[in-house]
């Protein structure tokens, strides 16, 4: 054998050890991606499990139903809760919104980032969104859903 046909093999073995290890790279890109998503999915379930124990609280739970009825015989105590509880609320909701718009998070998974519901239940909460909240805490686009929702259309 030849120095040129044994520089032939060479270079063919060295082409299928490169194509080699990048399909085992792009599997390993993949396999980061999909644990990526499931940690963002995981952190976003218990976020939520969170704010819905806050939720379920007696204090809070009584103050969001005399939000709903009869919003004029909120405590200023009741309504410092109401608001810190939206702030939190809204927090981890604008986090879900950029995990959707930068693909860590599927839409599917964003539960009802859509159209916040709870926003829609409690008149209160759309009274602290247009005229309470600092929206200086949040980025542009999802003052955007946020206020299309709050004030009657879809997002």
């Given at each position: 054998?030849n120095?040129?046909?044994l520089?032939?093999?060479?270079e063919?073995?060295?082409?299928?050890?490169?194509?080699?290890?990048?399909?085992?790279?792009g599997?390993?890109?993949?396999?980061?991606?999909?644990?990526?998503?499931?940690a963002?999915?995981?952190?976003?379930?218990?976020?939520?499990?969170?704010?819905?124990?806050?939720?379920?609280?007696p204090?809070?739970?009584?103050?969001?139903?005399?939000?709903?009825h009869?919003?004029?015989?909120?405590?200023?105590?009741?309504?410092?809760?109401?608001?810190?509880?939206?702030?939190?609320?809204l927090?981890?909701?604008?986090n879900?919104?950029?995990?959707?718009?930068?693909?860590?998070?599927?839409?599917?998974?964003?539960?009802?980032?859509?159209y916040?519901?709870?926003i829609k239940?409690?008149?209160f909460?759309?009274?602290?969104?247009?005229?309470?909240?600092?929206?200086?805490?949040?980025?542009?686009?999802?003052?955007?859903?946020?206020d299309?929702i709050?004030?009657?259309?879809?997002?």
């Amino acid at each position: 054998m030849n120095w040129d046909a044994l520089g032939a093999v060479g270079e063919l073995a060295g082409s299928v050890l490169l194509l080699v290890s990048l399909v085992y790279l792009g599997l390993q890109v993949r396999d980061a991606k999909n644990q990526m998503r499931s940690a963002t999915s995981q952190a976003r379930s218990d976020g939520f499990i969170e704010l819905w124990k806050l939720r379920l609280d007696p204090q809070l739970s009584h103050a969001e139903l005399r939000a709903r009825h009869e919003p004029e015989t909120l405590s200023d105590i009741d309504r410092h809760n109401l608001t810190a509880f939206l702030t939190m609320f809204l927090n981890h909701y604008q986090n879900t919104h950029y995990q959707v718009q930068v693909g860590t998070l599927e839409k599917d998974q964003a539960g009802a980032l859509e159209y916040l519901p709870i926003i829609k239940l409690v008149p209160f909460y759309q009274e602290l969104w247009n005229e309470t909240l600092p929206k200086d805490s949040y980025n542009q686009d999802f003052i955007a859903h946020v206020d299309s929702i709050v004030n009657g259309g879809d997002a």
